[in-house]
């Protein structure tokens, strides 16, 4: 206890010492500045509303340094949970093999949307629909290259992997519901991959679970860019997701361009 009154009359009288001699105006703020004497005769006139913007600043700057490197930990997630098959990793518009006039039609409107993302005028989304193996996914991924090795956020999710990483996050502490949201409304550029192809289940007239999430996140980017890929037609969305059926089929097309596929499936041909 001695020893801690000492050190208290010490600092007490160190203060007692410290005179205010004047009066300065910074030269960056403008504020008035004391210049006082310290108990060496030191005169001191540091400004501290320059010194708590500085300090504001650098912490700022760490705020959102760190807030990046959790945006690319999630972002990592998402690609963890997307179950992108080997051959769809390495497909581009340049081994696109088109072999009926709708999919090299698809080819050219996805490879223009592509190269013209930052000056899209009329639309800013598209849907592409046709049956099982066109090639819809490998056009899409190819967006999602193009665009990402131009530095652009791009999320390129299939919807059932995108539902299970939300369930997931109910249980992983490194990312929250939340954080998914956010970066999907957040994104450059969101792409669902087979929308439709998840499971839906609906009992005693409830709203599924999973319309209720794909609602949230297509409502988050209704004036933004997206991609969507499907098999079923806008009849059968809305029929899959009950209530909320119409306005995500709705929403889903406000300035989006629909580009139909026809043709073989690349999967069955050699059979």
């Not at 592409?128 to 967006?143: A, E, F, P, R, T």
């Amino acid at each position: 206890m001695a020893f801690n009154l000492q050190n208290l009359k010490a600092t007490l009288t160190t203060f007692s010492k410290i005179q205010v001699v004047g009066q300065r105006t910074c030269e960056s703020c403008c504020s008035s500045v004391p210049i006082v004497k310290n108990h060496k005769g030191e005169e001191i006139s540091d400004c501290l509303t320059c010194e708590n913007k500085a300090l504001e600043k650098e912490m700022k700057a760490f705020k959102e340094e760190m807030d990046q490197q959790r945006d690319l930990d999630i972002m990592q997630q998402f690609e963890r949970y997307s179950l992108i098959p080997d051959d769809l990793q390495t497909a581009s518009f340049e081994n696109y093999i088109p072999d009926h006039d709708s999919k090299k039609d698809a080819l050219v409107k996805c490879q223009w949307f592509a190269e013209n993302f930052d000056n899209l005028s009329g639309f800013h989304s598209l849907l592409l629909k046709g049956s099982y193996g066109l090639g819809k996914s490998h056009i899409s991924h190819s967006i999602a290259k193009y665009l990402k090795d131009l530095g652009k956020k791009v999320i390129f999710i299939d919807t059932p992997s995108l539902l299970r990483m939300i369930r997931q996050s109910y249980k992983d502490s490194s990312f929250s519901e939340s954080d998914v949201y956010r970066l999907c409304a957040e994104a450059d550029l969101l792409i669902l991959d087979d929308i439709g192809a998840e499971y839906v289940k609906q009992e005693n007239g409830k709203e599924s679970w999973v319309s209720e999430i794909l609602f949230q996140i297509i409502t988050s980017r209704m004036d933004k860019p997206k991609v969507f890929t499907t098999n079923l037609s806008s009849k059968e969305l809305s029929s899959k997701y009950g209530t909320h059926g119409g306005r995500i089929v709705s929403r889903m097309m406000k300035g989006t361009r629909l580009i139909e596929m026809e043709g073989k499936d690349f999967r069955t041909q050699a059979w």
